[in-house]
């Protein structure tokens, strides 16, 4: 609306300021709108762009930035009826998978029903397997209600099951309850931690090396944190996997600027989709050790493995296989969550962490930490329990929870090879195997003169190609330049979370788009 | 254990360490564990209580103090049978009314159920509303799961049935969908929002005014965000009322050493559980606007009004009432949550805020921060949003949750007055009346002689008071210093929300305390 100022009715108002304090103060202007005749009264923020926490301005998460927004303004065009040149909006921008229509385990939503309605207890519609775990759930909670608060660590019976469940997938490693603290998904696990790590200033400020590409919640964490951020590459002509030589690089070049003080895996990777072999951890963990690094591994996609050959090994299982001068010794926190995997709930933001060899007054801090915000969200507790404590042989719902378990990574892992097959026969495409996780990050070659007109419109080229994709084709991608790559290279990443028959659709119109793009600006 | 540090066998590795530096190094000694006979090897930690966050190490959470710390021992050893003076430890210590025996809203609990799991859509032992509740969220949820992650500014149609409750509280106040923000808890949108606003360094860093006694969440979190806490001070007097004059004391104070930005306020109180009047409220709006700080408005407890003659007014309504020279000017969060009033549904971590008058380009990068945590808790949106679309008059689940609602608060009411009355009757301890929220703050007289005592233990005299009472009666409180007091002034906090017959035990057992003690010491 045009305001017009008008100065004397302000300098009215600015005597009185000095005269009548209280009544009228707080008030440097008043204009006058135009379009109704009415006084408009203005008056400096107190928040504004340059009064605010700079560190927050730095912050940056491409997986719901800018694409993803249009993308939502698009689904609302179409709706309103304007017409495009497709139908519906694809959204391959983020590992949501009941948004992509993967069923939730029906062993694992009857719990949560009981535990939140425990009236169906008496119901005979639940298997008693069923009833047992609510029941478990349903007695370690405060009056035996997930509306009271647990204890901020979590609720000491899901620790423990989360205890038995990492004992069991490491081969008998020792696992205590006492160093899992139960998380708002893994992302809060990795933000406390890296909270606790950061400190000094100027070249002994914090620096925390991450891979790149990278999953951008880290860079976004040490941006808020005013940390810096130490980017190693990986290697994407060997799979994108890890190289001990490259780490070195990255970590001499840091120490000139800053200290570096924690390393930060994801593996299976996101959004690269590679799985690290045994030989590779090991490597990683011997150079931890050797350069005094804190470990930090984020295993969320530790069921989500689909390439021959390729096994999960996490990193607390590979260092304690490697003795104890190292087992007894390097520091790590492994976070896992209930948003991935075969079950995909995300909604629910359960997740947990575990701290291998922190120290006791560290750990206590920690949990000080975590006690101000009270606790994680009880039913992800409950979730994240039914994960590591799923049912077993013999016990009713085991039988069909397998059923949909394999049924659900089954179809993972063969849209997994299905999306580097496509996306490979396009020319100027080329797509490492998706081994693991959820995504594929294929590189893509665009035209000097599409690179030109991107930065003569201020965007990161494979923004640009990822935009203009959208809108023309209706599929969300995320670019590249989101999560780091190498100079003058350009991705995008893609989940291959779309039912089947939509995922090759969209694999064909990315193909399609691709070559009309490449033809348009060659 | 006994480690016995073996120096040869220390510089023999420190030797192989130097000459084959992969297999070996970082180790910085090799210790000899004489329980076992074993070498134990032993490394410099990374992270240690001196490499630490400093900020971090400041945060204080009295809440979940050691005194609750010492209560959950005391709770396994009677468990384990050690003999105590008492048989049980009644938590008074948390605002967590499920675990103090309290009933969820049936209603919220069916509607939850359907959620979690759909197939029970199909049974006729739920009522058609819940039904319809439950469609109309899941309707809203990608893929029609509560285990999709939602936007992260919170479900659409949550932030408009959030809006309407608005309106509808404040009389016809407008209220804008896109200026909610679902959160996780109150104290997620609390601490976002201090967040967005702490800049600076030295003179001109950001000072937050809290009030004193306050609710620690505040002071833990401006400690972790090295902001200036900027105490002012409610006249216990004139039972917690605040003072303008009060207020601009402590402002012209800070700004001798610090840039004051913000004003928190919570009302109803927490610890203090007074209810502020509506003039005051005015006051507080008008100081606001004339010193140019933006206002945080706490009012969780908005439901939890006891006393006659007492009322809840919102700080949007004062201020939209206040007229356009305010109500266009002043820049309010106000904060509300799942977690109290007559649910009491904490474990959910439900709650949303609301911003006024916030420029929107800090609108904008406060939607960008959200994101990078992805969405709060669906199912506690799922909550959120009956808190404020509850059952209407004519609807088939209307008269149960009407009656569940004025139960539970009638309850709440009758316990606010008889904790006032019988702590009242107790010669040194005077106690304004509980207005609202859930908490007694009474102030205590302790003997010289106890102080004495305290200090030479290096404990503040209110906790050495309240951890003698624990350790005597089983009765965990938290002392008025984790709140903050006047000097020389001592209090506990305690909550309203043991079952009547448990409460008055609980005040029995207080009253002979604090005789029993004033008697030791005197």
Not at 206 to 229: H, N
Not at 410 to 439: D, F, H, R, W
């Amino acid at each position: 609306r045009p305001y017009e100022l008008i100065s004397t009715v302000c300098l009215f108002f600015c005597v009185i300021r000095y005269t009548n304090g209280i009544a009228l103060s707080g008030i440097s202007g008043v204009a006058h709108d135009k379009m109704t005749d009415k006084a408009v009264f203005t008056r400096d923020k107190v928040l504004t762009i340059h009064t605010m926490n700079p560190t927050v301005k730095k912050v940056e998460y491409a997986v719901r930035g800018p694409i993803v927004q249009r993308a939502v303004q698009i689904e609302k065009e179409l709706k309103e009826g304007v017409k495009k040149p497709f139908t519906e909006v694809i959204k391959a921008n983020i590992g949501d998978a009941h948004a992509m229509g993967q069923q939730p385990i029906t062993f694992f939503r009857q719990v949560l029903a009981l535990c939140s309605y425990p009236e169906l207890l008496k119901d005979n519609m639940f298997p008693e397997d069923a009833k047992n775990r609510a029941r478990r759930i349903l007695q370690a909670c405060g009056g035996s209600s997930i509306g009271a608060y647990s204890a901020s660590q979590g609720i000491e019976c899901v620790r423990q099951d989360v205890a038995r469940y990492i004992e069991c997938r490491d081969g008998g490693v020792p696992c205590d309850p006492d160093n899992i603290y139960l998380t708002t998904g893994a992302s809060d696990g990795i933000v406390t931690m890296l909270k606790l790590l950061v400190c000094g200033e100027g070249p002994t400020r914090t620096g925390v090396m991450i891979s790149i590409p990278q999953y951008p919640l880290y860079s976004a964490a040490l941006a808020e944190l005013a940390a810096v951020q130490v980017n190693y590459y990986l290697n994407e002509d060997k799979c994108w996997s890890m190289d001990v030589s490259e780490l070195e690089r990255s970590l001499s070049e840091a120490r000139k600027y800053c200290n570096p003080k924690a390393l930060c895996v994801i593996n299976p990777g996101n959004p690269t989709g590679q799985v690290q072999s045994r030989q590779c951890i090991e490597d990683v963990i011997r150079f931890a050790a050797k350069e005094h690094l804190f470990l930090m591994a984020d295993e969320v996609y530790q069921d989500n493995v689909y390439a021959e050959g390729c096994q999960f090994h996490s990193f607390k299982k590979v260092l304690f296989e490697m003795g104890p001068q190292y087992s007894n010794t390097v520091e790590l926190a492994s976070f896992h969550s209930t948003s991935k995997c075969y079950m995909g709930e995300c909604g629910f933001r359960g997740g947990y962490m575990e701290v291998i060899n922190m120290d006791p007054e560290v750990k206590a801090q920690l949990t000080k930490l975590v006690s101000v915000r009270l606790c994680p969200p009880v039913p992800g507790q409950a979730l994240m329990d039914l994960v590591v404590n799923s049912p077993k042989p013999g016990e009713p719902s085991y039988n069909n929870f397998m059923k949909e378990r394999t049924a659900t990574l089954s179809l993972l892992a063969e849209k997994a090879k299905l999306t580097k097959e496509i996306l490979n026969t396009v020319p100027g495409i080329t797509c490492n195997p998706v081994q693991g996780a959820m995504y594929s990050f294929p590189k893509i070659s665009l035209p000097e003169k599409a690179i030109k007109e991107a930065k003569a419109l201020g965007q990161a080229p494979d923004m640009f190609y990822c935009m203009k994709m959208l809108e023309e084709t209706g599929i969300c991608l995320v670019p590249g330049s989101g999560f780091g790559q190498k100079e003058g290279t350009y991705h995008f990443r893609m989940t291959i979370l779309p039912p089947t028959d939509k995922l090759k659709i969209l694999l064909a119109k990315v193909k399609e788009f691709h070559q009309k793009f490449t033809k348009q600006y060659s």
